[in-house]
């Protein structure tokens, strides 16, 4: 699969109150977050960044040589589309409704991409790799019967680190719309999941590609960050 295939949604529109700074932008081993993914999605021509506040993603990503994106046709309000130095595209698009959660993101981010696919990865994953994603399209690409596939590591399923079809980004708009006019609590990634036909895939079954919990484990708090600058310090 490729193109317009399918498509990455990388989803940042969490505050990082423990970590307090945001997390995709912050460096491990020279790198920011956010690069290590789109090096690691490189294959993925169609990339759709999900945000709570465009301008500091704009900035670090125009610091990396992305350029506006003139020719894109009609993107969502208030989104920005970008290109890459080797011609990737890229659009910024901002939550629908800020801090309501990460289904927000996959929401606003999954319907602005054109991929009939869509890789949902959590913003803050500093060693996905290209054989984890494009083995999770791989697996959704050959199961007709199934809305996502979706890892299970580190004890609990991983939603932000898992393949959808392109076409459920309808219900997450709905969930998300229903708490933004009510004053509902928001909704959660496992309420979105229990709405789908979901396969579940364990490391077992993903076996061949890495250390699975490595590859999942995002950098949430200080500790986690030390522990990605140790990882890095060996991996690099």
Known sequence: MSGPDRS??????????????DKPLVEIGGRTVLSRILEATARFEDVVLAVREVPPFRRALAAEGWEADTERVAPPPGS??????????LLIVPDPVPDLGPLAGVASGVNAARGAICVVLAGDLPFVTPDLVDRLSRELEGDAES?????????????????????VGWLASRLVARPAASGDPSPSMMSFLERLRVRTVTA????????????????DSRA???????????SD
Not at 8 to 21: N, Q
Not at 147 to 167: K, M, N
Not at 224 to 234: G, K, P, Q, V
């Open 147 to 167: 809305d996502a596939v979706v890892p299970h590591a580190r004890g609990r399923t991983q939603p932000l680190c898992a393949a959808y079809r392109g076409e």
């Open 224 to 234: 986690d960050l030390d522990w990605a600058e140790r990882s890095a310090d060996r």
């Open 8 to 21: 990455l949604v990388i989803v940042a529109g969490g505050r990082s109150r423990r970590l307090g700074r």
């Open 80 to 89: 920005v589309a970008l290109r890459g130095p080797e011609g990737r595209a």
């Open 204 to 219: 077992e079954q993903l076996a061949g590609i890495g250390d699975l919990e490595t590859m999942i484990r995002g950098v």
